[in-house]
């Protein structure tokens, strides 16, 4: 069973940023299609950003330009998967979800779709202050 830790999450003023991270137990992992997820509330788990085996990436329109999904190389030992965050705002606020998925998909609608994703992490919270 693939397990995923999410770790790096906190609290930000507006403008802000940080850096979460995903740990992955299976190998090789660099086969696996991953994607952040962000839920609250008041919404549905959206997709934000994903990256798939070939390095295709996808990213929602609410986070493109301010968010950044990176991976490890293949050959790093560390097999951990990275979202950084820059000007951070309030709407931002959410539980981040890490995913993964043994397939790959065509376009970004499937990348950021909570549905294709087999494999979740348990999330790490993200406030964001005004």
């Known amino acids: 069973e693939v397990q995923l830790v999410e770790s790096g999450g906190g609290s930000v003023q507006s403008g802000g940023s940080l850096r979460l991270s995903c740990a992955i137990s299976?190998?090789?992992?660099?086969?696996?299609?991953m994607g952040w997820f962000r839920q609250t509330a008041q919404k549905e788990r959206e997709g934000v950003a994903a990256?798939?085996?070939?390095?295709?990436?996808?990213?929602?329109d609410s986070v493109k330009g301010r968010f950044t999904i990176s991976r490890d190389n293949a050959d790093n030992a560390d097999n951990t998967l990275y979202l950084r965050m820059s000007s951070l705002n309030p709407e931002d606020t959410a539980m981040y979800y890490c995913?993964?998925?043994?397939?790959?998909?065509?376009?970004?609608?499937?990348?950021?779709?909570?549905?294709?994703?087999?494999?979740w992490g348990r999330g790490a919270r993200v406030t964001v202050s005004p």
């Open positions: 299976e190998l090789p992992w660099s086969t696996y299609t």
């Open positions: 995913a993964a998925d043994r397939e790959t998909w065509p376009d970004d609608e499937q990348r950021l779709s909570r549905y294709y994703y087999n494999n």
């Open positions: 990256i798939d085996s070939d390095g295709n990436l996808s990213y929602s």
